[in-house]
């Protein structure tokens, strides 16, 4: 069975509900009836709203860019996978390199996060990658390996269905630099090798695998190619409609 490819677009802290209104009335006559590969625009929260509006009806999914773990509870600025699912919000992207960069995120909160998108029955969009360091020491496949082992920790293969992955270098995200598609077909290798060691190897073979770093309407297709490759998760070239659209109809 092919696996159907999810091209995501993660818009970080960018855009206001009014530009994210703008954004649909332009993006959405440009994919419209693309049924190929799933899409999901995952904007800002306050953003949300506006665009789940905008896209009711259409071929084109809304995510968070992350969640807490907890239901409810004494936890300011956060929030939950139960409210966004309240929204009619399916997907959430957790653990981005950004979050573990500047929010003190870890393998262990990433874990949390994942068991409580899965629980919830959001499709979480799980992110690992290497520094440029850990990559120059040879150290890029033990990384992978251990923030996999680390997110997907006591999750079953039951509860784990709706697993993505996105493998995003960090050394490649909003830098311009891309990784090559051989260079990230190798990786994702690595994450389904583990996802097999962790689910077993029918669940792996299904599982989606995301590329993420630098995605652009001039690599989307070559790295799409890649059999290994099953969707991109796509930052700066995601803000506008008509390069975002190049990246979906690659
Ligand atoms: C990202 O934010 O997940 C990302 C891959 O960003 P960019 O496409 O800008 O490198």
Redesign the pocket.
């Known amino acids: 069975m092919p696996r159907t490819k999810l091209i995501a677009a ?1 818009w ?1 802290m960018y855009k206001t509900p009014d530009q994210t209104r703008d954004f649909f009335r332009d993006f959405l006559p440009l994919v419209s009836g693309h049924e190929r590969d799933e899409i999901v625009v995952c904007p800002p929260y306050v953003d949300l709203a506006a665009a789940l509006e905008a896209a009711r009806g259409s071929n084109i999914a809304v995510g968070a860019q992350n969640l807490h773990w907890k239901e409810v509870g004494a936890f300011t600025g956060e929030i939950s996978a139960a409210m966004l699912l309240s929204l009619g919000v399916t997907h959430g ?1 957790v653990g ?3 979050r573990r960069q500047y929010f003190g995120e870890t393998d262990d909160t990433v874990n949390l996060r994942l068991k409580a998108a899965l629980e919830a029955g959001l499709t979480p969009i799980c ?1 690992v990658g290497e520094v440029l360091e850990e990559r120059e020491a040879g150290l890029t496949d033990d990384v992978l390996r251990r923030q996999c082992v680390r997110a997907f920790r006591a999750i079953s293969a039951k509860k784990a269905a709706r697993l993505v992955v ?1 493998y ?1 270098p960090v050394w ?4 311009g630099k891309t990784a090559t598609p051989e260079l990230a077909a190798e990786a994702h290798a690595v994450i389904r090798s583990e996802a097999g060691e962790v689910f077993g190897e029918e669940f792996a073979a299904r599982m989606r695998i995301l590329y ?4 652009k309407p001039e690599n989307a297709a070559a790295l799409m190619a890649q059999e290994e490759i099953d969707g991109a ?6 803000l506008e409609p008509k390069s975002f659209a190049a990246i979906v109809k690659y």
């Open positions: 993660n970080k992207i981005h390199s950004e992110c996105a995003e490649a995200i909003g830098t993420g770093g630098s995605v998760l796509v930052g700066g070239a995601s």
